[in-house]
């Protein structure tokens, strides 16, 4: 079972589409973040723990990131998306999108996007 983690700002829009459209696909366990103190679900050093692969939408986050919790991620693997906040929740542009990224870093996703 690989674990993804998607982080935004503010877990209420690009994370959790990413969230709930990653976590049909047999093999993945998903979960979702915000690194804003108002997010829907901070961020935390346990969810970092819990994470094989994190995922943040944009650069911003990343650096966020790690310059808050550099010790809890230390051994894990950090890719950006680049993914701008102009996408509603599940808005079918933005699952497009996530189609289109995720799997250049989650290689095995590639074989299991539905058609």
Known sequence: MVRLLFV?????????????VFAAVPGF???SAGIAPDAENPITPESI????????MEPSHKTKLTKSF?????DKRLVCLDIPDDYAFMDPE?????WERVPR????LSVAKPE
Not at 8 to 20: F, G, I, K, V, Y
Not at 49 to 56: G, K, N, Q, S, Y
Not at 94 to 98: A, G, P, R
Request: hydrophobic fraction near 45%; charged fraction near 25%; charge should be positive.
């Open 8 to 20: 935004c700002a503010r877990n209420r829009l690009r994370s959790p589409t990413a969230e709930h």
């Open 29 to 31: 366990e998903t979960d």
């Open 49 to 56: 723990a819990w994470a094989d692969i994190i995922l943040v």
């Open 70 to 74: 550099s010790k809890a991620l230390r």
């Open 94 to 98: 933005l699952v497009q999108l996530l």
């Open 105 to 108: 870093f989650v290689t095995s």
